[in-house]
């Protein structure tokens, strides 16, 4: 019997299986398609290759090399001699054993769940017309879509929005809700909305998708009106959903949550009935926060628990960010959600045009919000776009995280010039 069996090798399951590799335990992780899971190999790092790219031909040309560059990194750490990589998908047999396809059976002390997520799709007519893509289809494309159309302003739409604007598609985004981005402070959202909107990205908010048909996309509009738009290319980019399928789950007697996702507590572990607890899941598909660095640290407790080593690791601060032009990042409640909540609080802003360095880069278009408790204390939360907006928010999260204020965060020297100024001038 092993010590630790892992089921998925994506940032969740590798850099967990290294940890714990590294403090001694014997690991067996499977994964049945490429390793590095969606981020890595359709996902994170693609988006951002893209995100980096002046043209679209340079961003299909540099994809695959980025890609097979840190896949085999990857691999090389899942070579560690406390690892095996098993090529195969796992399913449950028991609460110690799980099985392949090939009929082969494995049993571990404990078991983490690690299989990610997959494109959650609308219910709607035309979901099966050749032009329809998700973003794993979006990134095989091989020539520049002359019009896409995006369903969904999230942060999938977002930054394929922004990319494939800049790239000379002609882009439009149709999406639910009043405003972009909901998890970001919603004035931050509108003015990157607004940014967007200037660079020729067309917005259609508030408006319900009915069908796709031939090439057009047919939307309720917020007064209940039809209208459509036409396409080359239509991305759904409406959301993720819990990866748990072929698992088995129910020969461990769990119910899952009603967005599909695996129940869990605060150490990850599976809440299920009629055993110990030594089933763990992290990531996407326990559903707390599908960010693939949340999948990771999840891991790096999840091995601490194992082991019965104590982490200060705060899962409730965990930053963001969206890699549209400019970016988007956010850590903590927005100012929104503080007031909802009757949380006493300051906000405090600064924006880049007062800011030497952003002057300097002709990057001015950017704000950021700082909230903490009355009378400059502690630090609740950073909400920021502009250039380097996810470095400035990862600077705020170490404030947050070891409990500083914000009179705390004043008084640290930053060096001039930098954009990292503009957190010490908000006011």
């Known amino acids: ?3 630790l069996i892992i089921i998925g090798g994506g940032p969740g399951g590798y850099k967990t299986a290294l940890h714990a590799a590294n403090n001694g335990l014997k690991v067996i992780i499977f994964e049945q398609q490429h390793v590095g899971g969606t981020c890595l190999n359709v996902g994170c790092i693609p988006t951002k290759t893209y995100v980096h790219s002046a043209t679209f031909e340079e961003a299909i040309e540099r994809q695959p090399q980025v890609v097979e560059q840190l896949r085999a990194g990857v691999e090389t750490l899942l070579s560690h001699p406390n690892i095996t990589l098993i090529r195969e998908r796992a399913s449950f047999v028991d609460d110690h054993t799980v099985e392949t396809p090939s009929g082969q059976r494995y049993t571990a002390d404990n ?8 494109t959650k799709y609308i219910p709607v007519e035309g979901l099966d017309y050749p032009c329809v893509v998700d973003s794993t289809g979006l990134l095989a494309l091989k020539e520049l879509p002359h019009r896409l159309c995006i369903i969904g302003a999230g942060v999938i739409g977002m930054e394929f929005a922004s990319v494939f604007r800049r790239f000379g598609s002609e882009v439009t985004v149709v999406e639910f809700l009043k405003e972009c981005l909901p998890a970001i402070d919603s004035d931050i959202a509108k003015r990157l909305r607004k940014v967007m909107e200037k660079q020729g ?3 259609h908010m ?32 409406t959301g993720r959903k819990p990866n748990t399928e072929g698992l088995n789950i129910e020969a461990l007697g769990i119910t899952l949550e009603r967005n599909g996702a695996i129940p869990v507590d605060d150490n990850f572990e599976v809440a299920a009935q009629g055993w110990a607890s030594h089933i763990y899941a992290i990531g996407d598909v326990n559903g707390r926060q599908m960010l693939a660095h949340a999948a990771e640290y999840q891991g790096h407790h999840v091995v601490n628990h194992i082991l019965g080593r104590e982490d200060h690791i705060r899962f409730e601060v965990m930053p963001a960010a969206i890699f549209t032009t400019p970016e988007a990042a956010s850590v903590g409640p927005s100012e929104d959600q503080l007031k909802e909540a009757s949380v006493p609080f300051e906000c405090h802003k600064s924006f880049y045009r007062a800011n030497g360095k952003a002057l300097a880069m002709n990057a001015t278009e950017g704000m950021v919000k700082l909230c903490c408790e009355p009378d400059e204390g502690r630090l609740i939360s950073c909400h920021a776009y502009g250039a380097h907006a996810a470095d400035l928010v990862q600077e705020a999260t170490a404030y947050i995280t070891l409990g500083a204020s914000l009179s705390q965060l004043r008084e640290t020297v930053h060096i001039h010039p930098t954009l990292s100024e503009i957190l010490i001038e908000a006011n």
Do not use: H, P, Y
């Not at 078991?111 to 997959?118: C, F, L, M, P, Y």
């Not at 309720?220 to 036409?230: D, I, S």
């Open 201 to 203: 990205v067309k917005f």
């Open 1 to 3: 019997m092993s010590s």
């Open 111 to 118: 078991i983490i769940i690690a299989t990610g997520s997959s």
């Open 206 to 237: 508030q408006c319900a998708v009915r069908r796709i048909e031939d090439g057009k996309i047919f939307f309720a509009n917020k007064k209940g009106q039809e209208e459509c738009v036409e396409a080359d290319v239509v991305l759904m980019a």
